[in-house]
Antibody, heavy 119, light 108 residues
Framework: QVQLVQSGAEVKKPGASVKVSCKTS????????VHWVRQAPGQGLEWMGF????????TYAQRFQGSLTVTRDMSTTTVYMELTGLSADDTAVYYC????????????WGKGTTVTVSS | EMVLTQSPGTLSLSPGERATLSCRAS???????LAWYQQKPGQAPRLLIY???SRATDIPDRFSGSGSGTEFTLTISRLETEDFAVYYC?????????FGGGTKVEIK
């Protein structure tokens, strides 16, 4: 079955970077975009960006331009999300989510990775 | 970007009652590309509805979606105890994709 397994919780200091992984399995990796969505404590869902694993092309939300990098490793069918210049406002649960073949709604989600930014 | 406004913020109902959740878009949703998700505490969101009214795999038929243009509705015909959760709408017809702020359905 389709699975997205994310890396464990992280605690970072302000100004640092974090890199979260999303190991995928159970489907043809190159055929489906993988997105990142975050959720601050007690808040709603915020879309961050996505990668086309087939060619590595990425699209990011405007507010994350310059701070977000999404990459993929075809050999391990893993997607990575790196966020730089962390502040307390980046404290959130970060989810990876698999889109459908042609449309960008999310059939399968990872369980989430908690990133805490604190001095 | 397209703004989705969900109402009410909180819905207090009893098991067996009907729940009606609203999602209003700031502009017409392209190609009827609107989805609904359910999220329980400590869990990832779960896809319920896509394309306004198509139920995702294994979603019971007490969940239904409707609407067009800028006004959309998620209806839960008879609430079961496991349905008490937060619900989000998402539009994926116009980039960037956006989510509504959520409606919490709580036990009265």
């Amino acid at each position: 079955q389709v699975q997205l397994v994310q890396s464990g919780a992280e605690v970072k200091k302000p100004g640092a970077s974090v890199k979260v992984s999303c190991k995928t399995s159970g489907y043809t990796f190159s055929n489906y975009y993988v997105h990142w969505v975050r959720q601050a404590p007690g808040q709603g869902l915020e879309w961050m960006g996505f990668i086309n694993p087939n060619d590595g092309r990425t699209t990011y939300a405007q507010r994350f331009q310059g701070s977000l990098t999404v990459t993929r490793d075809m050999s391990t069918t893993t997607v990575y999300m790196e966020l730089t210049g962390l502040s307390a406002d980046d404290t959130a649960v970060y989810y990876c989510a698999k889109a459908t073949r042609f449309l960008q709604y999310f059939e399968t989600w990872g369980k989430g990775t908690t990133v805490t930014v604190s001095s | 970007e397209m703004v989705l406004t969900q109402s009410p913020g909180t819905l207090s109902l009893s098991p067996g009652e009907r729940a009606t959740l609203s999602c209003r878009a700031s502009q017409s949703v392209g190609n009827n590309y609107l989805a609904w998700y359910q999220q329980k505490p400590g869990q990832a969101p779960r896809l319920l509805i896509y394309g306004i009214s198509s139920r995702a795999t294994d979603i019971p038929d007490r969940f239904s979606g409707s609407g067009s243009g800028t006004e959309f509705t998620l209806t839960i015909s008879r609430l079961e105890t496991e349905d008490f959760a937060v619900y989000y709408c998402q539009q994926y017809g116009t980039a960037p994709t956006t989510f509504g702020g959520g409606t919490k359905v709580e036990i009265k």
